[in-house]
């Protein structure tokens, strides 16, 4: 028996790994926590960590025909000739898991680092880690733009 990535339909991963669970196939369906803008403001939401996708243990023999037509699967990735997923990435996303969330560990980061924004109007800029906005999920940076340096404040950043 090996993991296999199943591709479903929009907003049936949860259904699907319900059917499989009760068909006695062990499932993997991480989700995570994001903060996201909703009606001017910004709320915790939960999401799926790969949208469409879920993980499977299953022999492909036995059970690729009885899971390639439960609803919600669109197909096991592979197709005809399934595609193993390695066991230490199936452990390696259990390990960050509370529950069915993925628990994100935050950059250590201190005074001084360079970072790199990720995403918004300030996308691939570089700039230098200050210090973080308690109760905020945000940090502050000196932006290094036009040969001087801008404080911003972002929530989401990469040390380089």
């Known amino acids: ?3 296999y990535a199943i591709y479903t339909k929009p907003k049936c991963e949860d259904s699907t790994v319900r059917m499989l669970n009760n068909a006695g196939i062990e499932t993997l369906n ?6 996201k803008r909703l009606r001017n403001k910004y709320c915790d939401v939960v999401e799926q960590l790969f949208p469409c996708y879920i993980f499977a243990l299953f ?9 390639s037509y439960t609803r ?8 005809e000739n399934p595609l193993a997923v ?4 199936i452990g390696a996303i259990r390990e960050r898991m509370d529950g069915d969330i993925v628990v994100q560990t935050p950059e250590d980061l ?12 300030f996308k691939d800029f570089y700039g230098v880690f200050d210090r973080n906005v308690p109760g905020k999920k945000r940090s502050m940076i000196l932006l290094e733009a036009l040969h001087c340096k ?6 989401s950043i990469k040390k380089v």
């Open 30 to 35: 991480p989700k995570i926590r994001i903060l």
């Open 150 to 155: 801008l404080e911003i404040e972002i929530r």
């Open 72 to 79: 919600g699967v669109k197909y096991i990735v592979g197709r």
């Open 86 to 89: 390695h066991p230490e990435i």
């Open 1 to 3: 028996m090996n993991w």
């Open 59 to 67: 022999d492909k023999e036995k059970h690729s025909h009885m899971i």
């Open 110 to 121: 201190e005074k001084g680092d360079r970072v790199l924004i990720k995403e918004g109007p």
